[in-house]
């Protein structure tokens, strides 16, 4: 079955940085790699995904990334906030309507 | 449209006895997923029903854990003979298959 693996699994930037999440996955038939983002107590809320026929995905501060030869594919957050401190949670699976794999979660903390 | 609908929000149920979690997915999606999340982990990928379907359960606990979601109302989440160990948040989340599923705001799960 599908492995993700997350990294790191706690980051800690000044507001206004960069931050960058890491993934790899193991199924070379994954197409599909949402990100969610999990407040304390909160539901997981997607915040952007993007399917293996493209390499990068921007939405406004937010960009994915995919590296499919790899495996392996980012979130980067830029010009980071203080409401933007949360858990990040990266996912594999084969298309949008199948079960996602998640990784274990990256904890974000912007400190202002 | 109101997002997907989870109750209850929080369940106390003393160790042998049923626990039952409801889940109305989103309007006009007919996919529906349970997730299990301990504390300070990540999601876990239980089960995937369609309208009276199971289509993937790789992830449920052989035993005591049942799943179903029926032609007409909610999906429901059944564990008889709860332990300590299956105190949990579960999540249960939808899509239509062409886009990202969407959670609901979980049920947190405390056996006694």
């Known amino acids: 079955g599908e492995n993700v693996e997350q990294h790191p699994s706690t980051l800690s930037v000044q507001e206004g940085d960069s931050a960058v999440i890491k993934c790899t996955y193991s199924?070379?038939?994954?197409?599909?790699f949402p990100w969610y983002k999990q407040e304390l107590g909160k539901r997981p809320q997607l915040i952007i995904d993007?399917?293996?026929?493209?390499g990068e995905k921007k939405d406004q501060r937010i960009a994915v990334t995919l590296n499919k030869t790899a495996k392996h594919f980012s979130l980067h957050i830029t010009e980071t906030q203080p409401e933007d401190s949360a858990v990040y949670f990266c996912?594999?699976?084969?298309?949008?309507?199948?079960?996602?794999?998640f990784g274990k979660g990256t904890s974000l903390l912007v400190t202002p | 449209n109101a997002g997907v609908m989870q109750n209850p929000r929080h369940l106390v149920r003393r160790r042998g006895q049923e626990a039952r979690l409801r889940c109305s997915p989103m309007?006009?999606?007919?996919?529906v997923y349970w997730y299990r999340q301990l504390p300070e982990e990540g999601l876990k990928f239980m089960v995937y029903?369609?309208?009276?379907?199971?289509?993937?359960e790789s992830g449920m606990p052989k035993e005591r854990f049942s799943a179903e979601f029926p032609k007409e109302g909610p999906s429901i989440l059944r564990i008889q003979q709860v332990v300590r160990g299956d105190s949990a948040a579960y999540f249960c989340?939808?899509?239509?298959?062409?886009?990202?599923?969407?959670f609901g705001q979980g049920t947190r799960l405390t056996v006694v």
């Open positions: 996912a594999a699976s084969r298309d949008s309507g199948y079960a996602l794999n």
């Open positions: 029903l369609q309208k009276e379907n199971i289509i993937d």
């Open positions: 989340a939808s899509s239509s298959g062409d886009h990202g599923a969407f």
């Open positions: 309007k006009g999606h007919s996919h």
């Open positions: 993007i399917r293996s026929n493209v």
């Open positions: 199924d070379s038939a994954s197409n599909y």
